[in-house]
């Protein structure tokens, strides 16, 4: 991966939306079809001091972006959230990471039928992980890379 590249989506990723700066969420480590991420459990504390559910769903959200970012030419192409479920399985009380992989083969499959038909859908699964390695929920999203449209 371009470290120009790499660099911009560390930096940059957790400013595009306000919302998101706001979680602290930050870009660990990223390289074409890879990411890690993670948010922090404070300022993200709920009513009941476990982590707020709007910051675990932001995790959960985000990565299907930033592999789109590590894989597709941004000035030609956009990802698309269409739907995302969390299930919660225990309560988040640390920092929370979470990891995402597309397989060479996922990309090319995706690029061949972007450059074809405007568009490709893609799933992905997730797990987001406490301090301890404890999977705290579990995500799958239903995205889409887009073609900009041209003039």
Not at 39 to 63: D, K, Q, R, S
Not at 86 to 100: N, Q, S, Y
Not at 118 to 140: F, N, P, R
């Amino acid at each position: 991966m371009d470290p120009q590249l790499r660099a911009t989506i560390i930096d940059n990723i957790p400013t595009v939306f306000p919302f998101v700066e706001r979680t602290g969420l930050r870009v660990l480590d990223v390289d074409r079809g890879y990411c890690k991420l993670s948010v922090p459990f404070e300022p993200n504390i709920n009513h009941i001091g476990t982590m707020y559910a709007g910051a675990m769903f932001t995790l959960a959200e985000i990565p299907g972006g930033v592999l789109c970012l590590t894989a597709f030419d941004t000035t030609r192409y956009y990802p698309l959230l269409k739907d995302l479920g969390l299930k919660f399985v225990a309560l988040a009380t640390t920092d929370l990471t979470v990891e995402a992989r597309w397989t060479d083969d996922d990309i090319d499959r995706m690029t061949a039928e972007v450059e074809e038909r405007g568009k490709a859908e893609y799933m992905l699964q997730t797990e987001l992980q406490d301090a301890t390695g404890q999977v705290v929920a579990t995500s799958l999203g239903h995205y889409q890379v887009r073609a900009l449209p041209t003039s």
